[in-house]
């Protein structure tokens, strides 16, 4: 099946920097998405994101299909995005049947 | 609209017993899913379906069965608790043809903390 690997596992950053995470996967995929989990175990949808570019305030999403990676910017980080970050794919049509990458867990601090 | 709705929220089982965790979402969504989550696994895929009567497996689905007879629920049974259950289980849904903005996103649910002792 597809591999999604996700890095830098932990990232610590401090309160106003800017941070890339990286999703690479092993397949063709047509569904991408970005989430974020936060300390209490809310998963919330960033993005939607199989190509191209998209941007929601302090945070963008690039996906390059045809080298299977995407990255996810923030900028101006903030204690609030605290959490961990999940990529996670789906190959084909296949009735939202997503698989996870480990995810990169993010401290920031104040 | 309430989103995706699971209940109960926490749990505690004995090995042995048998339980449903429910899962409900009033968003039109023809997919649902049920994902577990375990310390350093991500998110891993259970069960799904695309649609009401219409269900497949995913990569860990021994030990657990679900149905969907409609648009709205997707319940997960555990036949016979293991410690190896232990575990958060998330609900998740997505797809509404009537929603082209959103249309594949997969929106979850908060989540039920199961321990199996």
């Not at chain 1, 299977?68 to 084909?92: K, M, N, P, W």
């Not at chain 2, 350093?40 to 269900?55: D, K, N």
Request: hydrophobic share 30%; net charge neutral.
């Amino acid at each position: 099946g597809i591999q999604v690997e996700q890095s830098p596992p932990d990232l610590i950053l401090q309160e106003g920097a800017n941070s890339t995470l990286r999703c690479n996967f092993s397949d063709s995929v047509n569904n991408l998405q970005w989430f974020h989990q936060n300390p209490w175990g809310q998963l919330i949808n960033l993005f939607y994101i199989p190509s191209g570019t998209k941007q929601n305030g302090r945070l963008s999403a690039t996906t390059v299909a045809t080298e299977r990676y995407s990255l996810l910017y923030i900028s101006s980080s903030q204690t609030t995005d605290s959490g961990v970050y999940f990529c996670a794919v789906e190959r084909g049509n296949q009735g939202g049947k997503l698989i996870f990458g480990q995810g990169t867990e993010l401290s920031v601090k104040p | 609209n309430a989103g995706v709705t699971q209940t109960p929220k926490f749990q505690v089982l004995k090995t042995g017993q048998s339980m449903t965790l429910q899962c409900a979402q009033d968003m039109n969504h023809e997919y649902m899913s049920w994902y577990r989550q375990d310390p350093g696994m991500g998110l891993r895929l259970i069960h799904y379906s695309v649609g009401a009567g219409i269900t497949d497996q995913g990569e860990v689905p021994n030990g657990y069965n679900v149905s969907r007879s409609t648009t709205e629920d997707f319940p997960l049974r555990l036949l016979s608790a293991a410690p190896s259950q232990t575990s958060v289980y998330f609900c998740a849904s997505s797809y509404s043809i009537l929603d082209r903005v959103n249309n594949e996103k997969l929106f979850f649910g908060s989540g039920t903390q199961l321990s199996v002792l």
